[in-house]
């Protein structure tokens, strides 16, 4: 089976940074694709970015593009979530997620994927 489990959040300031890491295991192939998600409290879920495993091709949501950055981590199957600029609305729960299709004008759809770890929390103080 699939597994991802999130790390590296934690509580940072207005304008700090933070690296998240999804580690994931079970893959049979590299035809997955890696998403980044986000869920504040009261709120849907968001998606945030995401990465192709198979030819390295992200995707990244207008309201991070230029602070978020995706990317594949020094180990295999680490994918890795630089935040920068971080402000307060980008507070949240951060969840990765496998999708096994992706169908990439639908990246941004949680319903795409297929897998999802347990999230980690993100407070930035103002």
């Known amino acids: 089976d699939v597994q991802l489990q999130a790390s590296g959040g934690g509580l940072v300031q207005v304008g700090g940074s933070l690296r998240l890491s999804c580690t994931a295991s079970g893959f049979t192939s590299d035809d997955y694709a890696i998403g980044w998600f986000r869920q504040a409290p009261g709120k849907a879920r968001e998606a945030v970015s995401c990465?192709?495993?198979?030819?390295?091709?992200?995707y990244t949501t207008g309201s991070v593009q230029g602070r978020f950055f995706v990317s594949s981590g020094n180990t295999k199957n680490t994918l890795l979530l630089q935040m920068n600029n971080l402000k307060p609305e980008d507070t949240a729960v951060y969840y990765c997620?496998?999708?096994?299709?992706?169908?990439?004008?639908?990246?941004?759809?949680?319903?795409?994927?297929?897998?999802w770890g347990p999230g980690t929390q993100v407070t930035v103080s103002s």
């Open positions: 997620a496998a999708d096994s299709t992706l169908i990439r004008s639908s990246w941004s759809m949680p319903t795409q994927y297929d897998y």
């Open positions: 990465i192709s495993l198979s030819d390295g091709e992200t």
